[in-house]
């Protein structure tokens, strides 16, 4: 079945630090891949979307690439502030057959430090 | 526009009792999926909902089940609860022919 792997936190950078989190994925059709994120307390925000290989999504100076050879979708942003603090998740939702349904990596906690 | 909405924010039952969650779908949307998020995990998916009937479902027992209304919104019903269904449950709508969910704050469910 589906499923998606996540680079394990918390991951801790500096205010103004690159921040990569790597996520890969198996799926037996071609999926939509997202990265979702969640604030303390909240529910989950969708923060950028792929719907096909070699698609970049990009939000608040966020970017990932949807990478089919390498089956990868890694989260990446230039320089990272405080309020940056929170749960990323990426995601991928196959709609095969209609439908849809999300299957999640397990988390990476990220803390930006001043 | 209205988002997602969920009720209660948060709930406390014993071992063995049973539980209704609800949730108010995003407006124009007709598709309605739960999850189940332990504390430190991902989401995993319970089930869908399209136009009143059950699309798709996870890895979950029986006694999880769920209604959708006319109007879309959505219940889910936990019976005989179980120490290990606490959990933080999320509500997420959609539009049939997109996959992009959009999810509500959730309800922090809590077995003791």
């Known amino acids: 079945g589906d499923s998606v792997t996540q680079m394990e936190g918390p991951v801790t950078l500096s205010e103004e630090a690159f921040l990569t989190i790597n996520c890969t994925y198996t799926a037996t059709g071609y999926p939509s891949l997202f990265w979702y994120v969640q604030y303390p307390g909240e529910g989950l925000q969708l923060l950028l979307k792929?719907?096909?290989?070699?698609d970049k999504g990009s939000n608040k100076g966020f970017e990932a690439t949807y990478r089919k050879e390498t089956t990868s979708f890694h989260l990446e942003k230039g320089s990272v502030q405080v309020s940056d603090s929170a749960v990323y998740f990426c995601a991928l939702s196959d709609s095969t057959g209609g439908g849809n349904k999300l299957t999640f990596g397990t988390g990476t906690q990220l803390k930006v430090e001043l | 526009e209205t988002g997602v909405t969920q009720s209660p924010t948060h709930l406390i039952k014993t071992r063995g009792q049973q539980v209704t969650l609800r949730c108010s779908s995003q407006?124009?949307?007709?598709?309605v999926s739960w999850y189940q998020q332990a504390l430190g995990q991902g989401p995993q998916f319970i089930f869908q909902y399209y136009r009143e009937e059950e699309n798709g479902r996870g890895n979950f027992p029986p006694r999880f089940s769920g209604l959708q209304f006319p109007n879309y919104s959505s219940e889910l019903n936990v019976n005989a609860l179980e120490l290990d269904d606490s959990a933080l449950y999320l509500c997420?709508?959609?539009?049939?022919?997109?996959?992009?969910?959009?999810f509500g704050p959730g309800t922090r469910l809590t077995v003791l």
């Open positions: 407006s124009g949307h007709n598709t």
């Open positions: 997420a709508s959609s539009f049939w022919s997109y996959n992009e969910q959009f």
């Open positions: 792929a719907t096909k290989a070699d």
